[in-house]
């Protein structure tokens, strides 16, 4: 353990050291690149701001609406059938459209369930084995200009929803 603790702590200057001396030894400017990197990104962040916003809005507004309550109402009679823990739903709902929503609800049944029950492995899989979809894609696409995103979103979801059912199977499988 003392030696990953070591190396963790030598793995951010050394990056620094072997980029200066890369730098040095192909003749680049430096501080020029570093500088030029730094103006390319911000052009980035404001390019990509309205994405951002406008995802943030719309993801706010689909939790306020009450619509999340809904979907989880409707989904839960369903899926406890089939043997899935009634806490991971509302989870499972809105881990595409918003992580830190997300991970307040992981938090949710790992305090009221905790961490070792089957509620809370189960959530723990599904809190990191998928993606928040809706904000990755408006990131994405968003900085690269592609406003048709054709069958992305799609695609996305179905391997969030392979994501959860395996992380389901997986862990009941391995743990219970």
């Given at each position: ?51 951002i916003a406008a995802i943030m809005i719309a993801i706010g507004l689909f939790r306020a609406s009450g619509l999340t309550d809904f979907l989880t109402g409707l989904l ?101």
């Amino acid at each position: 353990m003392k030696i990953i603790e070591f190396i963790s702590k030598l793995i951010v200057p050394l990056m620094f050291i072997i980029t200066i001396i890369t730098g040095l030894t192909k003749k680049v400017n430096i501080y020029e690149s570093f500088t030029e990197g730094i103006k390319e990104s911000l052009q980035t962040a404001f390019n990509i701001f309205p994405n951002i916003a406008a995802i943030m809005i719309a993801i706010g507004l689909f939790r306020a609406s009450g619509l999340t309550d809904f979907l989880t109402g409707l989904l839960t009679p369903f899926l406890t059938s089939l043997n899935i823990p009634s806490e991971i739903i509302p989870l499972a709902v809105l881990k595409p459209m918003s992580g830190s929503g997300s991970l307040a609800i992981l938090n949710d049944i790992l305090k009221t369930a905790g961490a070792d029950s089957r509620a809370g492995i189960i959530a723990s899989v599904i809190a990191g084995s998928t993606e928040t979809t809706f904000y990755t894609v408006a990131v994405y696409f968003g900085a690269v200009g592609i406003k048709d995103t054709r069958h992305t979103v799609a695609c996305a979801l179905i391997a969030d929803l392979t994501c959860m059912i395996t992380g389901i199977i997986v862990s009941n499988l391995l743990i219970f």
